[in-house]
């Protein structure tokens, strides 16, 4: 069986972040070799990132930009939408004939929000108790939020705070996750179907 590739097209580099350590573990847990990920995406935000999705994605049907891979995933945020609107947004602009594959994460509200899903697993990955997130919703709240509590465990932030999502993989656990986050648990769940089924 060849390795499994996958384009990864997201609004910014915590999403990435997030989605290539979560593709590590389900590969682990299926026994699967590591996947090809090949970033795709934009930087600027969700309508740059869809407009640049479509941008590729004509790109491709022409054959002006190839992929070989098998799988696409698209990760943007739900923006207070709430994720099942928003999948159904981002799945409108996907031409399907050109992957075996695709899955849609809508994280809801934002990322940074699903390293808050699973609160048991970030204080086991960070060693302190990373406190409440936000109680109102917004982007900024959650950032700050978590890199507050990178800080709080001596952890310097060089890059993106969402870098942490590597750190935090192996701790967490789908239920409490799923139950923190319905959007990350549907993300898990059809990413791993997903990876099952090409590599089975």
Not at 9 to 35: M, N, S, V
Not at 85 to 94: G, I, Y
Not at 132 to 158: F, M, N, S, T
Request: charged letters at 25%; aromatic letters at 6%; one cysteine or more.
């Amino acid at each position: 069986m060849a390795d499994l590739e996958i384009d990864l097209f997201c609004e910014d580099a915590g999403h990435e972040a997030f989605a290539r350590a979560l593709i590590r573990r389900l590969a682990d847990e299926r026994k699967l070799p590591l996947p090809t990920v090949t970033a795709r995406s934009a930087r600027g935000g969700h309508g740059r990132a869809l407009s640049e999705l479509d941008l590729w994605q004509r790109s491709l049907a022409r054959g002006v930009a190839p992929s070989t891979a098998d799988l696409l995933v698209v990760m943007i945020d739900a923006n207070g939408e709430g994720w099942g609107a928003q999948r159904r947004s981002v799945a409108a602009h996907l031409q399907p004939d050109l992957f075996r594959e695709t899955v849609i994460a809508c994280p809801d509200p934002h990322v940074e929000a699903w390293c808050a899903a699973d609160r048991v697993a970030l204080k086991s990955a960070l060693g302190v108790d990373p406190g409440p997130p936000p109680a109102k919703p917004g982007r900024r709240g959650y950032k700050v939020w978590l890199r507050d509590a990178l800080e709080a465990a001596g952890i310097p932030v060089l890059n993106d705070p969402m870098d942490v999502a590597a750190d935090l993989m192996p701790f967490l656990d789908p239920f409490r996750a799923s139950k923190g986050s319905p959007s990350l648990g549907h993300f898990m769940d059809e990413l791993g179907k997903a990876l099952r089924r090409l590599g089975g």
